[in-house]
T-cell receptor, first 113, second 115 residues
Framework: NAGVTQTPKFQVLKTGQSMTLQCAQD?????MYWYRQDPGMGLRLIYY???????DKGEVPNGYNVSRLNKREFSLRLESAAPSQTSVYFC????????????FGQGTRLTVV | AQSVTQLGSHVSVSEGALVLLRCNYS??????LFWYVQYPNQGLQLLLK??????LVKGINGFEAEFKKSETSFHLTKPSAHMSDAAEYFC?????????????FGQGTRLTINP
């Protein structure tokens, strides 16, 4: 049972380059999320998708776009990377019921130089 | 919207000592609360959660947490620390906002275990 799979695990970009982070879950969850983790700031929500076909901004959406390709897949795109986007990115999925836990991928460590 | 505050970004204890990680939340409705652990270079893993019922919740690896509504707290404890407990710990609250369920996280507490 794979759970939540993120690719790639590591990436180095030059300022201005673009890239897409991929995420897929095999638990038939309705909701999917993208977080970024920075030292001392916990996890901050970038974008989320409550269900297939819907996406909404989270706390820190600037510089990012997302696509909910189908129920399984939720991708995060950086159109023009900036050094401030150097971070660890986590994808998560969760059932729609509020007392259920979120399941996380292993993370993508992104460095923008 | 709900929020979570974790007191202490770093906590250091000796092996065998009590572990106490503090978490306070703000919520206008009965909260659903979670503790997650993150080992180095890994994703987050659920330790335990409080939904309804018993206020003392037991989790994996000997951890437990007590929900105290009067103090708006959900502190995480373990009677005797082990070296393998060294990790970062996150408290989170379930928030229903703009028609969607989200998890709002605290800032995290890095736990160091001294031999």
């Amino acid at each position: 049972n794979a759970g939540v799979t993120q690719t790639p695990k590591f990436q180095v970009l030059k300022t201005g380059q673009s890239m897409t982070l991929q995420c897929a879950q095999d638990m038939n969850h309705n909701s999917m999320y993208w977080y970024r983790q920075d030292p001392g700031m916990g996890l901050r929500l970038i974008y989320y998708s409550a269900s297939e076909g819907t996406t909404d901004k989270g706390e820190v959406p600037n510089g990012y776009n997302v696509s909910r390709l189908n129920k399984r897949e939720f991708s995060l795109r950086l159109e023009s990377a900036a050094p401030s986007q150097t971070s660890v990115y986590f994808c998560a999925s969760r059932d729609i019921v509020p007392d259920t836990e979120a399941f996380f991928g292993q993370g993508t460590r992104l460095t923008v130089v | 919207a709900q929020s979570v505050t974790q007191l202490g970004s770093h906590v250091s204890v000796s092996e065998g000592a009590l572990v106490l990680l503090r978490c306070n939340y703000s919520s206008s409705v009965p909260p659903y609360l979670f503790w997650y652990v993150q080992y180095p270079n890994q994703g987050l893993q659920l330790l335990l959660k409080y939904t309804t019922g018993a206020t003392l919740v037991k989790g994996i690896n000997g951890f437990e947490a007590e929900f105290k509504k009067s103090e708006t707290s959900f502190h995480l404890t373990k009677p005797s620390a082990h070296m393998s407990d060294a990790a970062e710990y996150f408290c989170a609250v379930s928030d229903f906002d703009q028609g969607a369920q989200k998890l709002v996280f605290g800032q995290g507490t890095r736990l160091t275990i001294n031999p």
